[in-house]
T-cell receptor, first 114, second 115 residues
């Protein structure tokens, strides 16, 4: 049981390049999330999904797109990377049963945009 | 809109002592949940404890307890008998609203345990 995994762990991009971050979970969770973590700002929600085929905007969605074609995967795309997108990106998932269950986090992806 | 406020950028505590990390929140929702996460220097996010807005008793998980004061909108984390391994960033978070679990995080408190 791997939990939540993220690919890649590190990436360096040049301004204007595109890339996709992959998040996978094997816990059969309905909800999945993408956050970014910047120094002094905690975690901020980029996009989230409440089920396969559905996505929604979070607090800081501009410059990012997401897709949830399969329940276990949640992809985060940067179409034209900017230095302001240099950050650590965390994916998380949570089940729907119960009340406000904890989110299970992946190990993070450190992205640098030059 | 939801808001989480953590006003202590950094805290020091002597090993084996107890420490309280402050968290206040703001929401118009009647039903919500409060979480605490730990982030050690290795970077992973570790869930510590959860408190529901309708829970009458404070949540406890081992050495962690959540001092929930609903009227004051505070959800402080208390760590008893601090250990060197408790040195980390601690984030308070809140989930609210129906139909999805949109969670808002505070900016965190850096705790350092002194031997």
């Amino acid at each position: 049981n791997a939990g939540v995994t993220q690919t890649p762990k590190f990436r360096v991009l040049k301004t204007g390049q595109s890339m996709t971050l992959l998040c996978a979970q094997d816990m059969n969770h309905e909800y999945m999330y993408w956050y970014r973590q910047d120094p002094g700002m905690g975690l901020r929600l980029i996009h989230y999904s409440v089920g396969e085929g559905t996505t929604a905007k979070g607090e800081v969605p501009d410059g990012y797109n997401v897709s949830r074609l399969k329940k276990q995967n949640f992809l985060l795309g940067l179409e034209s990377a900017a230095p302001s997108q240099t950050s650590v990106y965390f994916c998380a998932s949570s089940p729907t049963s119960g009340d406000y269950n904890e989110q299970f986090f992946g190990p993070g992806t450190r992205l640098t945009v030059l | 809109a939801q808001k989480i406020t953590q006003t202590q950028p950094g805290m020091f505590v002597q090993e084996k002592e107890a420490v309280t990390l402050d968290c206040t929140y703001d929401t118009s929702d009647q039903s919500y949940g409060l979480f605490w996460y730990k982030q050690p220097s290795s970077g992973e996010m570790i869930f510590l404890i959860y408190q529901g807005s309708y829970d009458e008793q404070n949540a406890t998980e081992g050495r962690y307890s959540l001092n929930f004061q609903k009227a004051r909108k505070s959800a402080n984390l208390v760590i008893s008998a601090s250990q060197l391994g408790d040195s980390a960033m601690y984030f308070c978070a809140m989930g609210a609203g129906g139909g999805y679990q949109k969670v808002t995080f505070g900016i965190g408190t850096k705790l350092q345990v002194i031997p």
